[in-house]
């Protein structure tokens, strides 16, 4: 497991732009393959993005495809989450997370590193 803490997150209007960081500890960060995630309100938490260890791949749900990009900075021990043209339907709490295993990739329950959350807020 890597320790790992998310920012960024905030209130923002429909259309607006926010960036998510995920800041990791220890020296195992380039080994993972990471995610995002998000749960909104009354709902199961969700796949938003996925990005290899080297970050040379990267995988996006179909509602955040075109609007939405990840990112490694492995020097940093960070990775991103760039949010444009934001929806209220965005609405959640962003959620990063580590693991091994690349083809598991839109499965939480393949992820045995998260973070604590972080609330976007996009309104009408």
């Known amino acids: 497991q890597v320790p790992l803490v998310e920012s960024g997150g905030g209130l923002v209007q429909a259309g607006g732009s926010l960036r998510l960081s995920c800041a990791a500890s220890?020296?195992?960060?380039?080994?993972?393959?990471m995610g995002w995630f998000r749960q909104a309100l009354g709902k199961e938490r969700e796949f938003v993005a996925a990005?290899?260890?080297?970050?040379?791949?990267?995988d996006y749900d179909d509602s955040v495809k075109g609007r939405f990009t990840i990112s490694k900075d492995n020097a940093k021990n960070t990775m991103y989450l760039q949010m444009n043209s934001l929806k209220p339907e965005d609405t959640a709490v962003y959620y990063c997370?580590?693991?091994?295993?690349?083809?598991?990739?839109?499965?939480?329950?393949?992820?045995?590193?998260w973070g604590q959350g972080t609330q976007v807020t996009v309104s009408s």
């Open positions: 997370a580590g693991t091994s295993m690349w083809y598991f990739r839109r499965q939480p329950a393949n992820f045995n590193s």
């Open positions: 990005i290899t260890a080297s970050g040379d791949s990267t």
């Open positions: 220890g020296r195992t960060f380039s080994r993972y393959t």
